[in-house]
C-alpha cells in the first residue's frame, strides 16, 4: 500500500487546515482502518484520529470537537478537517493505513507504532502560531 499526503502548512492559532490521504496499490483489507498519527516529542507519536471502513471513528481527547476525519470508501481517502487550531497542534502527521484497528496502538514509540500499524506516509508538517 501506498500512501499519498497533502494538505498541511501554516496558520495562525484559531485557523483551520485540512490534510488528505489517498492509498493505492493494495486491498481493501489493507485499509481497514485509516488515520492520522502526530509526532508528540523526539520519539513518541499519538494516534490523532481514524475511521474504519465500517466508518467507525476515534478522536484523541485533545482534538475532539475540532477535528473532523471523513472517509471515502470508493477511493480510498482520508480528510481531516482540522479547525481552532492551537499552538500545541504543531508537529508532523502520519497518514496510516491498517489491515487491524489503528487504536490497538494509539500511542508509544514512533517506531513502535510503524512497525504494528501497517502503513505510514511520509508525513506532512502542520505549524501553528499564536
Known amino acids: 500500500v501506498q500512501l499519498v499526503e497533502s494538505g498541511g502548512g501554516s496558520v495562525q492559532a484559531g485557523g483551520s487546515l485540512r490534510l488528505s490521504c489517498t492509498a493505492s496499490?493494495?486491498?481493501?483489507?489493507?485499509?481497514?482502518?485509516m488515520g492520522w498519527y502526530r509526532q508528540t516529542s523526539d520519539h513518541e507519536c499519538e494516534l490523532v484520529a481514524s475511521?474504519?471502513?465500517?466508518?467507525?471513528?476515534y478522536y484523541v481527547d485533545s482534538v475532539k470537537g475540532r477535528f473532523r476525519i471523513s472517509r471515502d470508501n470508493a477511493k480510498n481517502t482520508i480528510d481531516l478537517q482540522m479547525d481552532q487550531l492551537r499552538s500545541d497542534d504543531t508537529t508532523m502527521y502520519y497518514c496510516?493505513?491498517?489491515?487491524?484497528?489503528?487504536?490497538?496502538?494509539?500511542?508509544?514509540?514512533?517506531?513502535?507504532?510503524?512497525?504494528?500499524?501497517?502503513?505510514w506516509g511520509q508525513g506532512t508538517q502542520v505549524t501553528v502560531s499564536s
Open positions: 475511521k474504519s471502513r465500517d466508518f467507525r471513528t
Open positions: 496510516a493505513a491498517s489491515a487491524k484497528s489503528l487504536r490497538l496502538n494509539s500511542r508509544g514509540y514512533c517506531w513502535g507504532l510503524r512497525l504494528n500499524s501497517g502503513r
Open positions: 496499490g493494495g486491498t481493501d483489507g489493507d485499509v481497514t482502518d
